[in-house]
């Protein structure tokens, strides 16, 4: 079973020409970016709450602050009188944020310096997003079709492109900046798992994995430094690894650890090396805030329907069905459809157990990987005796969410 997990994901993370389906990709991509920039074009003064404008402006200010030298973002050292936030329990350093965060959001204002009452300054602090959420749905489609075939890929990518939550939280419509955990996620997830392949070659270990290794370190960065808590997902891969790589569990050890060690160093530059500072701010952090008895409220249950069906509506029937195919069906229970479906379970878990938090990464997180995992059983069932009636099923469902979120669209344009 390990060997034929192996054998399924082996190539992910190789070259390819470029060809059809890659262009078919990039279109649906360019569509993408237009949706995002259509909702950046429609924001204007008021349209959100004055809190949230609040919340975007400090994150904003004290990322220049940082920039400027004038201190370390999320910490003490960067908080005024004027612009600091009403700190959670008394607790002057960011909990769940690193400085990371703030840097990402204020560099192209840094570097272009523009004020805050030119409308260049929208365009400037949403770009960095829409830039991650493309390259989300560029890594999501590369992955899917790798696993699953072309189908596999376009189903993925189609759900993805035509996601209300997604291209929100890209635009920053009314949302945190959550995308850029959620690529450093998965990003670090399907690498974990591309690394354990090249462990059964016939070399060294270590030196042979360096760039996956520092690729593997990147996403961590990412991952975490957008959100402390992400760091959920570290168990997880060593779990992977070891399952896709049982005989090299020393390999395994060393990757990690140094996949780990880059990530910490590349935190600590985020905090631009103030050691007292970055362990501090380790310590403070807030790794997960969950509460058990949540599982006894129908409302957290309610709450997690309502953001997964924002995610786009017929995740409401095609979720539920992937995954009674998955139960009931053996041939569709293999690494590449349960390595996806046991993120987006553990991402969709962690949101139920934390219910009182306004807007939450780990759906977003988990979505993502829904896509992948129903994209993997679609393509499986396309290989069936019924795959025409499953072909007008998957299509005309994937079309309709498309002409559902686009009509949204409009409907915010008049």
């Not at 003064?45 to 973002?73: D, K, M, N, Y």
């Not at 960011?94 to 400085?99: A, E, G, I, W, Y």
Request: glycine content about 8%; overall charge positive.
């Amino acid at each position: 079973m390990v060997k034929q997990s192996v054998l399924s994901m082996r190539g992910i993370f190789s070259s390819q020409r470029f060809g059809r389906p890659q262009l078919l990709a990039g279109v649906l991509l360019l569509v993408f970016i237009g949706e995002c920039a259509w909702l950046v074009a429609h924001e204007y003064p008021g349209t959100f709450s004055t809190s949230t404008s609040e919340v975007e402006f400090v994150r904003i200010s004290e990322g220049l602050a940082q920039w400027h030298g004038q201190g370390i973002a999320g910490t003490p050292s960067a908080r005024t009188a004027s612009l600091e936030p009403p700190p959670a329990a008394g607790d002057s350093y960011d909990p769940h944020h690193s400085p990371l965060w703030y840097l990402i959001a204020s560099a192209p204002v840094y570097v272009f310096h523009v004020s805050p009452d030119s409308r260049l300054w929208i365009w400037l602090t949403r770009a960095p997003y829409i830039l991650f959420g493309t390259l989300l749905g560029a890594s999501l489609w590369y992955v899917s079709r790798r696993l699953y075939g072309n189908p596999g890929g376009y189903i993925a990518l189609g759900l993805y492109c035509f996601s209300p939550a997604v291209i929100r939280s890209s635009a920053l419509w009314a949302a945190p900046p959550d995308v850029a955990g959620a690529w450093g996620t998965f990003g670090a997830v399907f690498t974990a798992i591309a690394v354990s392949h090249t462990l059964y070659a016939p070399r060294e270990v270590v030196l042979w994995n360096w760039r996956r290794i520092v690729l593997l370190g990147v996403s961590l960065t990412l991952a975490m430094g957008s959100q402390f808590g992400l760091a959920v997902i570290l168990p997880v891969l060593l779990a992977f690894m070891l399952y896709l790589a049982p005989d090299r569990k020393a390999a395994v050890a060393i990757i990690l650890t140094a996949a780990c060690v880059i990530a910490l160093l590349l935190l600590l530059s985020s905090y631009f090396f103030h050691l007292g500072l970055f362990f501090r701010g380790l310590r403070h952090a807030r790794l997960l805030d969950a509460s058990w008895r949540s599982l006894k409220m129908p409302g957290a249950y309610l709450l997690l329907l309502k953001e997964v069906a924002e995610s786009g509506p017929v995740l409401l029937l095609l979720a539920p069905a992937a995954l009674a195919a998955y139960v009931g069906w053996r041939r569709a229970r293999y690494f590449g459809n349960t390595a996806p479906w046991i993120m987006a379970g553990l991402f969709l878990l962690l949101r139920l157990l934390s219910p009182h938090a306004s807007g939450s990464i780990f759906v977003l997180t988990a979505v993502v990987f829904l896509f992948v995992f129903i994209a993997g059983i679609a393509a499986d069932l396309l290989e069936t005796k019924a795959s025409e009636i499953v072909t007008a099923i998957v299509v005309g469902l994937v079309c309709a969410n498309a002409f559902w979120d686009l009509a949204a669209l409009a409907r915010i344009g008049r």
